[in-house]
């Protein structure tokens, strides 16, 4: 258990520390998307617009998910399985 924390924790603050990042590349590929209608290339509305939608879902998530208290409940969760596990050392010890 206290390794499965240790991991959720490092993934929610690793989002959290790339998040701005990630909204950078989902906000330029919007743009590039959306540009790709007015280029004299050939390309497929249906798959610009299904691009579209699914990056639009990516910046949302991407506006919504990391977050301060995500970070902090992983890592309260991360310390109380810690000290689960040590005081479950102890005991075993004595």
Request: glycine share 4%; charged share 15%; no cysteine.
């Given at each position: 258990?206290v390794?499965?924390e240790n991991?959720?924790?490092g993934?929610e603050?690793n989002?959290?520390?790339?998040?701005?990042?990630?909204?950078l590349?989902?906000t330029?590929?919007?743009i590039a998307?959306?540009?790709s209608f007015?280029t004299?290339?050939?390309?497929?509305?249906?798959?610009?617009?299904?691009?579209?939608?699914?990056n639009?879902?990516?910046?949302l998530?991407?506006?919504?998910?990391?977050?301060?208290?995500r970070v902090r409940?992983?890592a309260?969760?991360?310390a109380?399985?810690?000290?689960?596990?040590?005081?479950?050392a102890?005991?075993?010890?004595?």
């Amino acid at each position: 258990m206290v390794q499965a924390e240790n991991a959720q924790y490092g993934f929610e603050r690793n989002m959290y520390g790339f998040r701005w990042i990630a909204r950078l590349i989902a906000t330029l590929s919007l743009i590039a998307l959306a540009a790709s209608f007015w280029t004299p290339w050939e390309v497929s509305e249906r798959a610009v617009a299904v691009g579209l939608i699914v990056n639009s879902a990516f910046l949302l998530m991407w506006l919504v998910v990391p977050s301060k208290t995500r970070v902090r409940q992983a890592a309260d969760r991360y310390a109380i399985q810690l000290l689960n596990a040590a005081g479950s050392a102890v005991r075993k010890a004595t």
